[in-house]
């Protein structure tokens, strides 16, 4: 199978390529040049484990991978010894019809590592199918969850660096020394005076910049990408909504072909973009809810069609989806489009110096079908965690919690009682501060005391990798002004 550019302006590549070059050289974001069918029953679905389950999917899109070896892989990263949840990713019900898919039992508490816990292997692979024998140096911009999933995935893997660049301020106090105390020789983390979108369009910028790809290849090194710009970040992240359709039927809550509902608390459009790929693959959705916080950007285009990033930016306490330049909306809207990529550059090129595109009626009523949009600002998320904790004990993340408010008001409106499925992104005890305020739980001086306090309100143990950090010597300290992450990259590189 063949992947193209959303901006049409390179040849197409064979999967391992892809996984290879992350961001496609003109700028734009790979996708498969057609979609493949589910060619399995719901009941041999039903049958299979997650790494099954996973194995069996990527096998579609990465014909360059055997079988074989995508087993091995999906073994090797789906156990529980990387995960505490023997389902890995279990899905819990929350009220009638509806249910919360539970991402975040892997070792950063985020669901972030359902990817990149399989993602090094994808690449390493990769670039020995492609006999290549350049040191990848990963670059990855982060809201404050992939950074430190990213680390723990590729730390100490033999042919790769990674630097993760995460805004300054701009994550939560765990997030921040989750990275800061990453372990490994190959890890490099630096904080970024400005927000996320600024950390991701430098990001795009440095994997762009012709003169600096010369200077890494001279040293025999190349670029790639852990976020989910690269397509081998974004892709195994469909085998969950597979895996959760399988659980709902294994629980009797759905028969084999019913169809069901798919919310997800959105930033770059990614998690959201893998569900619509299980649609398209065969998998039975009717409607895709795309939930945003206040920085509700998504809510706004797939209501009205104008995409404007010309707005206020909000630091909220859901921070990983603290985004107003939604990377994967571009992968969207040319899939959508019939691949027409003389439209996708144009609008692109547009959002970029202007900061606004408008999408035209044709393509609007292609999707206006089957995708919602809402949002919930900082009030009703935090009212909406602790209604949950007061009627039913459950403590949701705020970032969940977006996507549970987002629902309820769906619901509400359109008195639509398909079975749904929430993702649920985070552990809550990564953001104990917010998740206790919202309780209404008075929040504790220093973060080991608050998430003791939030073990005791939640009645559950807190995540062992969180408990660890609190003990461990922050080893990475550098800060940055936007301008100075060429260099700082450059700098690592030479040492
Ligand atoms: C990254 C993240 C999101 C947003 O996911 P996208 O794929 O960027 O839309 C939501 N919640 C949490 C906890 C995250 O870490």
Known sequence: MQYISSRGQCAPVTAAEAICLGLAPDGGLFIPEIIPTWPYSWAELAAMDYPQTAAKVMKLFLDDYSEEELNQMTRAAYNTHNFSSKEIAPTVKLTDHCYLLELFHGPTAAFKDMALQIMPYLLVKAVEKRGQKQEVVILTATSGDTGKAALE????????????????????????????????????????????DHCQTAVKNIFGDPQMNVWLAERGKQFSSANSINWGRLMPQIAYYFWTYASLMRQGQIKAGDKINIVVPTGNFGNILAAW???????????????????????????????????????????????????????????????????????????????????????????????????ADEAKTAATIQRHYAQNGYVLDPHTAVGVAVYEEYQKTSGDSTPTIIASTASPFKFSHSVLQALGKEVPQGEEAQLEALAQAAHKPVPDSLAQAQHMPILHNTVVEVEGMAQIVKDILSR
């Open 153 to 196: 995935g590729f730390k100490d893997v033999p042919g790769v660096k990674i630097i993760v660049f995460y805004p300054h301020g701009g994550v939560s106090p765990m997030q921040e020394r989750q990275m800061n105390t990453t372990t490994g020789e190959n890890t490099f983390v630096v904080s970024v005076k400005g927000n996320f």
């Open 277 to 375: 790929y299980a649609g398209q693959m065969g998998l039975p959705v009717r409607k895709f809810i795309c939930a945003s916080n206040q920085n509700k950007v998504l809510t706004d285009v797939i209501q009205t069609g104008v995409y404007d990033r010309r707005r206020e930016f909000y630091q909220t306490s859901s921070p990983s989806m603290d985004i107003l330049v939604s990377s994967n909306f571009e992968r969207f809207l040319f899939a959508v489009s019939g691949y027409d990529s003389a439209k996708i550059a144009s609008w692109f090129a547009a959002l970029k110096q202007n900061g606004v595109f408008t999408i035209d009626e044709a393509l609007q009523k292609k999707f206006q079908n089957w995708l919602e949009a809402g949002f």
